[in-house]
């Protein structure tokens, strides 16, 4: 093999892991923009699902457990296309904080949250409404962080 020979084999295998190397970087890049673009669309859709109960109680429902249940197929539908772009450890993390705002939403007791005077508004107790806030918190807290962790 001759030298100018050698130079047009090393100038093509540099050529080609230069490719390489750039396809893979846009893929990366891609993909944080598409997990980005994901984390954003799901706290933007929980936020919307929660209106008036979250982050402040400004139109909290009479039968705040039956609007809550309603709700909860919107929040899980956000959740599903959010798994898409989340690492199997995340998943767990973000499912865990699901199944605990289900088990509260499913417990919750409109006797306990509307317990003010009948002349009040519906406003809910100030702990339920912290345990609520601490809930849905969580779930969005955990979706900001998938930003950052990447």
Same mark, same amino acid.
């Given at each position: 093999?001759?030298? %100018?020979?050698?130079?047009?084999?090393?100038?093509?295998?540099?050529?080609?892991?230069? =490719?390489?190397?750039?396809?893979?970087?846009?893929?990366?890049?891609?993909?944080?923009?598409?997990?980005?673009?994901? %984390?954003?669309t799901f706290y933007d859709s929980v936020?919307?699902?929660?209106?008036?109960?979250?982050?402040?109680? =400004?139109?909290?429902?009479?039968?705040?457990?039956?609007?809550?249940?309603?709700?909860?197929?919107?929040?899980?539908?956000? =959740?599903?296309?959010?798994?898409?772009?989340?690492?199997?450890?995340?998943?767990?993390?973000?499912?865990a904080a699901w199944e605990k705002y289900?088990?509260?939403?499913?417990?919750?007791?409109?006797?306990? =949250?509307?317990?003010?005077?009948?002349?009040?508004?519906?406003?809910?107790?100030?702990?339920? %409404?912290? %345990?609520?806030?601490?809930?849905?918190?969580?779930?969005?807290?955990?979706?900001?962080?998938?930003?950052?962790?990447?």
């Amino acid at each position: 093999m001759t030298n %100018v020979e050698a130079t047009i084999i090393g100038a093509i295998i540099g050529g080609t892991l230069s =490719i390489i190397g750039a396809a893979a970087g846009a893929f990366f890049i891609v993909k944080f923009q598409s997990r980005k673009n994901a %984390v954003q669309t799901f706290y933007d859709s929980v936020h919307e699902t929660l209106k008036g109960m979250y982050p402040e109680p =400004i139109n909290w429902p009479k039968n705040s457990r039956q609007v809550l249940q309603e709700k909860m197929p919107d929040i899980n539908t956000a =959740i599903t296309k959010l798994k898409f772009h989340l690492n199997s450890d995340e998943i767990t993390c973000i499912d865990a904080a699901w199944e605990k705002y289900k088990k509260w939403c499913n417990q919750i007791n409109d006797g306990e =949250i509307t317990a003010h005077p009948l002349y009040q508004d519906s406003t809910p107790s100030i702990d339920q %409404v912290a %345990v609520f806030n601490r809930h849905v918190y969580n779930l969005l807290s955990y979706s900001k962080k998938g930003i950052t962790n990447r």
